[in-house]
């Protein structure tokens, strides 16, 4: 969902600007070095306590001068050149607050905002009472550490940071300058714009760098690709750091997900470029990025199972994954009351998500292999915050789809009929020609499953009309 690119926006591609969750990564790269041996140099566990406002304006633009000396020390880590002379800016907290509720409007238009809210609610993921907006700004305002702007090629400093985690933050952020120049962040993303799982996968790879890059600053001689478990001890130093970011700790687990995805599982996808031919081999993947976000789950799939070192060896067929169609359906087009707010792709990414918040973990890692193509359309109305869901997937086998199905018959249950918001038709499952129908619920609010071989199909908070619309497409092998 577009939602992601608002709240880590390093990419540049909806909302541009906002910054990272430097402060969660830097505690949880502090803890990665204190298990690692021989590290050099050690930062420190947490930020230092404030000195006095004078002091700590002092130690700020201490930091501010050492930019150009960082740019210059993640140059010779990454093998990228300075191109042109960096811009820096110093920001206050209101004045970081003023920057994301400008940038955001000036990059989504209001229906854009809602579409995001929309699906968010039609997928069951929030109450009807989030406002994302509202959750976006006290995000990024708790999150604030620095960030680099490649729409302005800036890099704003937060005028509150210590120096020695100000480095840090500096580290990660010049980075994203330095692959501003050679490879324009903001073309990157947008050329992409109408898929979102296609930008959070080319997130994934622009973030994933910054975080090695950043930790091979923080472990000094040690290589960061000779370190055993890299995400298995950042994801640990994130659950060590939890209670300091409220805002963050309290979020649905979708939402939390997917904002460290780009950094915990992007870094994974990135250190596996590093081992097959290190900094100029990850430098590369930006001509040819992963396609979506089950490629990142899945570097094997990327760089092939056969993947090695020597250069000089054809590489492996990627693996192909489909592009699935969804076209509005007529009826609900020409619905008075009724409009379309968002037609996009969930993605591995999307999915594992979700089946993470309403599911098990196990279910999660299950569909983030076995995603091949999905589109979904949300509808809202007659009245508002009354949403339709409708949604094609496809599977790598139909074994897989039997399976998502399955699952998702499940959330279909606890969501309509368990809750009392509808009622199970009492054919059960059956068979309609070639598709397996496996939910349909009635009443005021309907849902239907059906499977197709490697296709699963639903829509859901249908009323009866739309219901009625939408029967013979969803059981309809095309």
């Avoid at 915050?385 to 279909?412: H, K, M, N, V």
Wanted: net charge negative.
């Amino acid at each position: 969902m577009k939602f992601l690119q608002v709240l880590s926006s390093q990419v540049g591609t909806r909302a541009r600007g906002g910054p990272l969750i430097s402060a969660i990564l830097m505690v949880a790269c502090a803890t990665l070095v204190r298990q690692t041996p021989a590290q050099q140099p050690t930062p420190p566990a947490t930020a230092p306590q404030a000195g006095s406002a004078q002091s700590q304006a002092s130690s700020v633009s201490s930091a501010l001068a050492t930019a150009d000396q960082v740019l210059g020390q993640m140059s010779q880590i990454t093998g990228l050149p300075i191109k042109s002379p960096l811009k820096k800016e110093l920001v206050s907290k209101p004045q970081v607050e003023r920057y994301l509720k400008d940038n955001m409007h000036a990059e989504y238009t209001p229906a854009e905002l809602h579409g995001e809210e929309a699906a968010l609610k039609a997928f069951g993921i929030v109450e009807p009472s989030f406002n994302l907006e509202d959750f976006l700004v006290t995000f990024y305002t708790e999150q604030a550490a620095g960030f680099y702007d490649p729409h302005r090629q800036t890099m704003f400093m937060a005028d509150w940071v210590e120096p020695e985690q100000q480095k840090i933050v500096l580290a990660h952020e010049l980075t994203h300058a330095l692959q501003d120049q050679s490879f324009d962040l903001w073309r990157f993303a947008h050329s992409v714009r109408d898929n979102d799982d296609a930008v959070n996968a080319r997130e994934a790879l622009v973030e994933g760098y910054a975080t090695l890059s950043m930790m091979q600053v923080m472990l000094g001689t040690l290589p960061i690709e000779n370190v055993p478990s890299l995400d298995t001890m950042l994801e640990q130093g994130v659950k060590q750091s939890m209670s300091q970011f409220p805002v963050f700790s309290r979020a649905p687990f979708f939402l939390r997900f997917q904002l460290l995805f780009p950094y915990v599982q992007g870094m994974e996808f990135c250190r596996r470029a590093l081992e097959l031919g290190g900094w100029n081999r990850l430098n590369q993947t930006f001509a040819d990025p992963p396609r979506n976000t089950r490629e990142i789950f899945k570097p094997n799939l990327y760089f092939g199972d056969s993947a090695t070192e020597d250069s000089s060896k054809p590489a492996a067929a990627r693996v192909q994954t489909s592009d699935v169609a969804l076209s509005p359906p007529d009826a609900l087009e020409h619905t008075a009351g009724v409009r379309r707010v968002e037609d996009n792709v969930m993605g591995a990414l999307g999915y594992y998500s979700l089946f993470g918040q309403l599911l098990t973990d196990q279910e999660s890692k299950k569909v983030s292999a076995t995603w091949s193509g999905d589109r979904y359309l949300i509808y809202e109305g007659p009245s508002p915050g009354q949403f339709l869901l409708i949604s094609r997937t496809r599977w790598t086998t139909p074994e897989a789809a039997a399976d998502f199905c399955a699952d998702y018959r499940t959330i279909l249950l606890n969501r309509w009929i368990r809750s009392g918001l509808s009622k199970e038709d009492d054919g059960g499952i059956h068979m309609a020609g070639t598709a397996t129908i496996l939910l349909r619920a009635t009443g005021a609010r309907r849902a239907m499953l059906v499977r197709h071989a490697d296709e699963c199909r639903w829509f859901e908070g249908a009323s009866k009309e739309q219901a009625d619309a939408l029967t013979s497409w969803i059981e309809s092998p095309r």
